[in-house]
Protein backbone atom coordinates (compact mmCIF):
# COMPACT_ATOMS: atom_id res chain seq x y z
CA UNK A 1 0.00 0.00 0.00
CA UNK A 2 1.43 3.56 -1.13
CA UNK A 3 -0.57 5.74 0.98
CA UNK A 4 -2.86 6.85 -2.17
CA UNK A 5 -6.37 8.36 -1.72
CA UNK A 6 -7.84 10.06 -5.01
CA UNK A 7 -10.87 12.46 -4.07
CA UNK A 8 -13.49 11.88 -5.41
CA UNK A 9 -13.89 8.36 -6.09
CA UNK A 10 -16.75 9.34 -8.81
CA UNK A 11 -18.23 11.99 -10.75
CA UNK A 12 -20.47 13.52 -13.11
CA UNK A 13 -20.20 17.01 -14.52
CA UNK A 14 -21.39 19.14 -16.95
CA UNK A 15 -19.37 19.71 -19.92
CA UNK A 16 -18.41 23.57 -19.40
CA UNK A 17 -18.09 23.21 -15.40
CA UNK A 18 -14.35 23.33 -13.66
CA UNK A 19 -13.60 20.39 -12.21
CA UNK A 20 -11.16 19.08 -9.76
CA UNK A 21 -9.55 16.13 -8.74
CA UNK A 22 -7.15 15.53 -5.86
CA UNK A 23 -4.50 13.12 -4.94
CA UNK A 24 -2.75 12.72 -1.50
CA UNK A 25 -0.02 10.79 -0.25
CA UNK A 26 1.14 9.94 3.52
CA UNK A 27 4.82 9.03 2.11
CA UNK A 28 6.44 12.49 1.04
CA UNK A 29 7.20 10.30 -1.87
CA UNK A 30 8.83 13.93 -4.29
CA UNK A 31 7.80 12.92 -7.69
CA UNK A 32 3.62 12.56 -8.37
CA UNK A 33 1.92 12.02 -11.30
CA UNK A 34 -1.31 12.39 -12.99
CA UNK A 35 -2.89 9.75 -15.59
CA UNK A 36 -5.85 8.88 -17.74
CA UNK A 37 -7.06 5.25 -19.24
CA UNK A 38 -8.91 5.23 -21.93
CA UNK A 39 -10.13 2.07 -24.04
CA UNK A 40 -7.35 1.52 -26.48
CA UNK A 41 -5.41 4.03 -25.34
CA UNK A 42 -3.76 2.99 -21.81
CA UNK A 43 -2.37 4.69 -19.31
CA UNK A 44 -1.14 8.36 -20.99
CA UNK A 45 0.40 10.84 -18.88
CA UNK A 46 -1.42 14.12 -18.58
CA UNK A 47 1.00 15.60 -15.93
CA UNK A 48 3.91 15.81 -13.41
CA UNK A 49 5.32 17.20 -10.50
CA UNK A 50 8.71 17.14 -8.64
CA UNK A 51 8.46 18.76 -6.27
CA UNK A 52 6.41 21.82 -4.48
CA UNK A 53 5.10 24.12 -7.19
CA UNK A 54 7.70 21.86 -9.32
CA UNK A 55 5.59 20.48 -12.55
CA UNK A 56 5.68 19.83 -16.15
CA UNK A 57 3.56 18.64 -18.65
CA UNK A 58 2.73 15.03 -20.10
CA UNK A 59 1.69 13.79 -23.68
CA UNK A 60 -1.61 14.79 -23.30
CA UNK A 61 -1.67 17.56 -21.07
CA UNK A 62 -4.07 20.03 -22.91
CA UNK A 63 -7.11 20.76 -21.43
CA UNK A 64 -5.40 20.26 -17.78
CA UNK A 65 -3.64 22.36 -15.07
CA UNK A 66 -2.33 20.95 -11.79
CA UNK A 67 -0.88 22.50 -8.86
CA UNK A 68 1.18 21.33 -6.05
CA UNK A 69 1.55 23.75 -2.97
CA UNK A 70 2.17 21.24 -0.47
CA UNK A 71 4.22 17.42 -0.95
CA UNK A 72 1.36 15.56 0.32
CA UNK A 73 -1.05 16.78 -2.74
CA UNK A 74 -1.25 17.05 -6.20
CA UNK A 75 -4.43 19.14 -7.56
CA UNK A 76 -5.78 18.11 -11.01
CA UNK A 77 -8.16 20.47 -13.23
CA UNK A 78 -10.25 20.92 -15.83
CA UNK A 79 -10.85 24.00 -16.17
CA UNK A 80 -13.86 23.41 -18.52
CA UNK A 81 -14.47 19.93 -19.00
CA UNK A 82 -15.56 18.66 -22.67
CA UNK A 83 -16.85 15.44 -23.12
CA UNK A 84 -13.36 13.94 -24.62
CA UNK A 85 -12.69 14.52 -21.15
CA UNK A 86 -14.86 11.12 -19.74
CA UNK A 87 -12.26 9.06 -18.38
CA UNK A 88 -10.92 7.17 -15.74
CA UNK A 89 -8.18 9.19 -13.91
CA UNK A 90 -5.03 7.48 -11.88
CA UNK A 91 -2.41 9.20 -9.67
CA UNK A 92 0.55 7.57 -9.24
CA UNK A 93 3.70 8.69 -7.33
CA UNK A 94 6.99 7.18 -7.27
CA UNK A 95 8.21 5.02 -5.08
CA UNK A 96 11.93 4.86 -2.64
CA UNK A 97 13.37 3.48 -5.47
CA UNK A 98 12.54 5.88 -7.75
CA UNK A 99 11.88 3.10 -10.54
CA UNK A 100 8.63 2.11 -9.59
CA UNK A 101 5.29 3.87 -9.87
CA UNK A 102 2.51 3.15 -7.40
CA UNK A 103 -1.03 3.90 -8.75
CA UNK A 104 -4.03 5.67 -6.62
CA UNK A 105 -7.41 3.72 -6.95
CA UNK A 106 -8.63 5.97 -9.47
CA UNK A 107 -11.43 8.94 -10.12
CA UNK A 108 -14.09 7.96 -12.70
CA UNK A 109 -15.14 11.03 -14.34
CA UNK A 110 -18.07 11.08 -16.81
CA UNK A 111 -18.75 14.86 -18.68
CA UNK A 112 -22.03 14.51 -19.99
CA UNK B 1 3.45 9.67 -27.76
CA UNK B 2 5.30 5.94 -27.68
CA UNK B 3 3.48 2.95 -26.71
CA UNK B 4 4.73 -0.26 -25.97
CA UNK B 5 3.37 -2.91 -28.61
CA UNK B 6 1.63 -6.01 -25.43
CA UNK B 7 0.86 -9.02 -26.64
CA UNK B 8 -1.35 -11.01 -27.19
CA UNK B 9 -4.13 -8.82 -26.85
CA UNK B 10 -6.73 -11.22 -24.55
CA UNK B 11 -5.96 -14.52 -23.49
CA UNK B 12 -8.54 -17.37 -23.23
CA UNK B 13 -6.89 -20.04 -20.64
CA UNK B 14 -8.37 -22.81 -18.50
CA UNK B 15 -7.65 -22.59 -14.61
CA UNK B 16 -3.95 -24.50 -14.17
CA UNK B 17 -2.67 -23.52 -17.45
CA UNK B 18 0.66 -21.82 -18.08
CA UNK B 19 0.47 -18.13 -19.27
CA UNK B 20 3.09 -16.02 -21.46
CA UNK B 21 2.73 -12.45 -22.89
CA UNK B 22 4.97 -9.91 -24.10
CA UNK B 23 6.06 -6.27 -24.39
CA UNK B 24 8.47 -5.01 -27.20
CA UNK B 25 9.56 -1.36 -27.89
CA UNK B 26 11.36 0.48 -30.90
CA UNK B 27 13.28 2.12 -28.04
CA UNK B 28 15.59 1.28 -25.24
CA UNK B 29 14.69 1.08 -21.92
CA UNK B 30 16.44 0.86 -18.67
CA UNK B 31 13.72 -0.56 -16.83
CA UNK B 32 10.67 -2.61 -17.21
CA UNK B 33 7.69 -3.02 -15.16
CA UNK B 34 4.91 -5.34 -14.69
CA UNK B 35 1.32 -4.40 -13.81
CA UNK B 36 -2.29 -6.52 -13.01
CA UNK B 37 -5.25 -4.34 -13.29
CA UNK B 38 -8.62 -5.72 -11.38
CA UNK B 39 -11.58 -4.19 -12.75
CA UNK B 40 -12.43 -0.64 -10.78
CA UNK B 41 -9.19 -0.69 -9.54
CA UNK B 42 -5.38 0.97 -9.89
CA UNK B 43 -2.80 -1.25 -11.47
CA UNK B 44 -0.78 -2.56 -8.97
CA UNK B 45 2.80 -3.39 -9.27
CA UNK B 46 4.02 -6.99 -9.47
CA UNK B 47 7.41 -7.32 -11.05
CA UNK B 48 10.00 -4.65 -11.84
CA UNK B 49 13.61 -5.58 -13.53
CA UNK B 50 16.35 -3.31 -13.57
CA UNK B 51 18.84 -4.80 -15.93
CA UNK B 52 19.42 -6.67 -19.34
CA UNK B 53 19.11 -10.35 -19.12
CA UNK B 54 17.44 -10.23 -15.50
CA UNK B 55 14.89 -13.01 -14.35
CA UNK B 56 13.00 -12.33 -11.62
CA UNK B 57 10.03 -13.90 -9.92
CA UNK B 58 7.09 -13.26 -7.46
CA UNK B 59 5.47 -16.22 -6.95
CA UNK B 60 4.33 -18.04 -9.36
CA UNK B 61 5.00 -14.92 -11.56
CA UNK B 62 8.34 -14.90 -13.70
CA UNK B 63 9.24 -11.67 -15.74
CA UNK B 64 12.32 -11.21 -17.88
CA UNK B 65 14.38 -8.29 -19.46
CA UNK B 66 14.94 -8.44 -22.79
CA UNK B 67 18.99 -8.89 -23.73
CA UNK B 68 18.72 -5.99 -26.49
CA UNK B 69 16.55 -3.88 -23.34
CA UNK B 70 13.50 -3.51 -26.16
CA UNK B 71 11.17 -6.00 -24.63
CA UNK B 72 9.88 -7.59 -21.59
CA UNK B 73 8.31 -11.06 -21.11
CA UNK B 74 6.06 -11.75 -17.71
CA UNK B 75 5.01 -15.79 -17.27
CA UNK B 76 2.28 -17.29 -15.01
CA UNK B 77 2.54 -20.33 -13.93
CA UNK B 78 -0.47 -22.81 -12.75
CA UNK B 79 -2.79 -20.09 -13.48
CA UNK B 80 -5.99 -19.45 -10.60
CA UNK B 81 -9.22 -17.43 -10.79
CA UNK B 82 -7.41 -14.79 -9.04
CA UNK B 83 -5.46 -14.42 -11.87
CA UNK B 84 -8.14 -12.37 -13.43
CA UNK B 85 -7.63 -9.10 -15.01
CA UNK B 86 -5.09 -6.76 -17.40
CA UNK B 87 -1.48 -7.01 -17.11
CA UNK B 88 -0.04 -4.13 -18.02
CA UNK B 89 3.90 -3.36 -19.25
CA UNK B 90 5.63 0.02 -18.62
CA UNK B 91 9.26 1.17 -19.53
CA UNK B 92 11.23 3.88 -17.83
CA UNK B 93 13.57 5.65 -20.62
CA UNK B 94 15.82 6.43 -17.57
CA UNK B 95 17.07 9.99 -18.97
CA UNK B 96 18.40 11.68 -15.66
CA UNK B 97 16.12 13.49 -13.71
CA UNK B 98 12.88 11.82 -16.07
CA UNK B 99 10.92 9.67 -13.99
CA UNK B 100 8.27 9.24 -16.55
CA UNK B 101 7.01 5.65 -18.03
CA UNK B 102 5.48 4.49 -21.49
CA UNK B 103 2.80 2.00 -20.81
CA UNK B 104 0.97 -1.18 -23.16
CA UNK B 105 -1.93 -1.48 -24.17
CA UNK B 106 -2.36 -4.63 -22.13
CA UNK B 107 -3.23 -7.89 -22.19
CA UNK B 108 -6.77 -9.40 -20.97
CA UNK B 109 -6.30 -12.43 -19.17
CA UNK B 110 -9.64 -14.40 -18.90
CA UNK B 111 -9.93 -18.10 -17.38
CA UNK B 112 -12.55 -20.38 -18.89
CA UNK B 113 -14.56 -22.20 -16.34
Known amino acids: DAGITQSPRHKVTETGTPVTLRCHQTENHRYMYWYRQDPGHGLRLIHYSYGVKDTDKGEVSDGYSVSRSKTEDFLLTLESATSSQTSVYFC???????????FGPGTRLTVT | GQQLNQSPQSMFIQEGEDVSMNCTSSSIFNTWLWYKQDPGEGPVLLIA?????ELTSNGRLTAQFGITRKDSFLNISASIPSDVGIYFCAGRLGIFGNEKLTFGTGTRLTIIP
Open chain 1, 92 to 102: AITGKSSYEQY
Open chain 2, 49 to 53: LYKAG
